[in-house]
């Protein structure tokens, strides 16, 4: 099992920058794949970066790609999002989520956090 627990959410002007931290305990096997995601109100959850435990497979999605960098300390038992040059659209509650299985942006993670809000205004 994993727990999983965000920070580093908040308000910011659009072209600001936050970054979003996730600590991660529990069995590490459970955490070998990790990702952010996120849901704006009336909207479905999506996959925003994923990456492999050592870092050697890394994705973002196309809405956030040039802006936004996923990386992890497993030192620190940490994941992060660098969030760059925000835009209102990038408005949502973002998710950390961790499981042992290759699922890329599928919702199909064992393992989710229970949130942080990033807002962004024009």
């Known amino acids: 099992q994993v727990q999983l627990v965000e920070s580093g959410g908040g308000s910011v002007q659009a072209g600001g920058s936050l970054r979003l931290s996730c600590v991660f305990t529990g069995n590490s096997r459970d955490a070998y794949w990790m990702a952010w995601f996120r849901q704006a109100p009336g909207k479905e959850r999506e996959g925003v970066a994923l990456?492999?435990?050592?870092?050697?497979?890394?994705s973002h999605a196309n809405s956030v790609k040039g802006r936004f960098t996923i990386s992890r300390d497993n030192a620190k038992n940490t994941l992060y999002l660098q969030m760059d040059s925000l835009k209102p659209e990038d408005t949502a509650m973002y998710y950390c989520?961790?499981?042992?299985?290759?699922?890329?942006?599928?919702?199909?993670?064992?393992?989710w956090g229970q949130g942080t809000q990033v807002t962004v205004s024009p």
């Open positions: 989520a961790a499981d042992s299985r290759v699922l890329a942006f599928s919702t199909e993670y064992r393992y």
């Open positions: 990456i492999e435990w050592d870092g050697g497979v890394i």
